[in-house]
């Protein structure tokens, strides 16, 4: 009899576990709506001092890269995510299309004053008819290559750049469109014509909103990291590597040897092993998940940082809060838009205003090395929205970006 129990309810638990499991999960990404309230989320501050730069020049920079060798970071800033931001699916349908978005390159060793350390980068042969929504960028230095996310109405595809450090000038090369690069992402480039690309949903928002939404909110592992090569006549080759939910920031490790993914909505890193193909019918290498870690907020972009021995942190930014997102996202088109008010009735207007100043979202990024685990850099709501981090260690600055932030934050060591 009691043997009886015990095998059905053993059954019933392996039956009910898969279930239970998936409840865990998203017990942990929907709890941080609690455990990381603005009242209640964990503090943390590890540097010698931070401010918030170029807030009155710059925002809705969502990615951040170092050329170290020369002490400069690139980001791409694009006010035109108020009106359009096919990942978080917010469409302002009636607004026209915003200026293109751009290119900026920040001296972060100059000791000058900010406002001549920050560079508008030349964009040269780009179509004016054609449209940029930047999101991830990144930079081949060998080969001064640019390859920038571009998420534009008539269809995302990412855009090649031939970029000249000297003269801050991005020369358009050519498109790159293909049916595996439908949501792009972030990018990491193994070499001029060969990268991995993540799509961070298999449901873009525009075409299914209820499937997108649902995928977001269930994290079926059904996002894809894409694995590119331009062959010589300017042709696309791509293959889905790996699938996982939610696939957002990329970074390449332990000598291009290994791919570190974020997982936003399961709140993981995955760190893949690559292995170059031998086969000769695949062009592609296969990936293997090797580990995986989970992180307090929802991991967005990834970033590598080297010591001076050549070992390897992997930085992590991302967003602790959802709701909090969510509500500022939404907000930010009329808040950094006053015209928009102006002919709204006077209590209305002056209800928006007191919400545009009182609104924060919160920021969090951390660091990662297989010995010391991860380890907080910055989490607070002075700055909102983080989205990327990097980190020169050897002059000691790191870089916060925010996806609808005003400027960048900035801390020095
Ligand atoms: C601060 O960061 C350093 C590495 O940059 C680390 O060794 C240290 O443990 C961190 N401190 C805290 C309190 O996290
Ligand atoms: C950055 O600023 C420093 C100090 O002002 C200067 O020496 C250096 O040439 C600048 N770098 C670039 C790439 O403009
Ligand atoms: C994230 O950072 C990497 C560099 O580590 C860059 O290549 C990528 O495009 C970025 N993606 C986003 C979405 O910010
Ligand atoms: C480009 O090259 C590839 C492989 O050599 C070939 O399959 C493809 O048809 C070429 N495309 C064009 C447009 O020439």
Avoid at 69 to 81: E, F, H, K, M, T
Avoid at 153 to 165: H, K, P, T, V, Y
Wanted: proline share 7%.
């Amino acid at each position: 009899m009691m043997s009886g129990i015990n095998i059905k309810t053993s059954i019933l638990v392996l039956l009910l576990a898969p279930f239970a499991a998936f409840w865990y999960s998203r017990y942990q990404v929907l709890s941080l709506a609690y455990f990381n309230a603005q009242s209640r989320m964990p503090r943390h501050a590890n540097f010698t001092s931070y401010e918030i730069k170029f807030a009155d020049q710059i925002r809705s920079c969502e990615d951040a890269l170092l050329v170290e060798s020369r002490g400069l970071a690139i980001v791409p800033c694009d006010p035109g995510r108020e009106t359009w931001n096919t990942v978080m699916g917010n469409f302002v349908d009636n607004a026209p299309p915003d200026p293109n978005a751009e290119l900026y390159a920040y001296n972060y060793s100059s000791s000058s004053p900010s406002a001549s350390s920050l560079t508008r980068i030349r964009i040269l042969n780009f179509p004016s008819s054609t449209e940029l929504r930047t999101l991830g960028l990144e930079y081949h230095e060998p080969s001064s290559t640019l390859l920038v996310t571009n998420h534009r109405r008539a269809g995302a595809r990412i855009e090649q750049f031939q970029l000249d450090l000297d003269t801050l000038t991005a020369t358009h090369v050519r498109s790159l469109p293909h049916p595996l690069i439908y949501a792009p992402n972030s990018i990491a480039a193994l070499s001029e014509s060969e990268f991995f690309v993540t799509n961070q949903h298999y449901f873009p928002a525009r075409s299914h909103r209820l499937l997108w939404a649902l995928e977001t909110y269930l994290a079926p592992p059904i996002a894809s990291v894409a694995h590119v090569r331009i062959l010589p006549n300017g042709t696309v080759d791509a293959a889905v590597v790996a699938r996982l939910a939610y696939a957002n920031g990329l970074a390449l490790l332990r000598h291009d040897t290994t791919l570190a993914v974020a997982s936003t909505n399961t709140r993981l890193v995955k760190l893949f092993s690559i292995s170059s193909s031998s086969s000769t019918t695949s062009n592609h290498p296969t990936l293997t998940q090797s580990t995986s870690f989970p992180v307090p907020f929802l991991p967005d972009n990834l970033s590598v940082s080297k010591g001076q021995h050549g070992d390897e942190a992997l930085l992590i930014a991302g967003h602790p809060h959802l709701p909090s997102l969510g509500a500022f996202a939404r907000s930010r088109r009329t808040c950094n838009r006053p015209e928009l008010l102006s002919d709204k009735p006077p209590e209305q207007r002056e209800e928006a205003e007191e919400r545009c100043k009182t609104l924060s979202a919160a920021s969090w990024a951390s660091e990662w090395t297989p010995e010391g685990g991860v380890q907080h850099i910055y989490s607070g709501w002075e700055y909102p929205t983080s989205a990327s981090v990097v980190r020169d260690k050897g002059r000691g600055v790191g870089i916060v970006a925010g996806l609808y932030a005003k400027g960048l934050l900035v801390w020095r060591d």
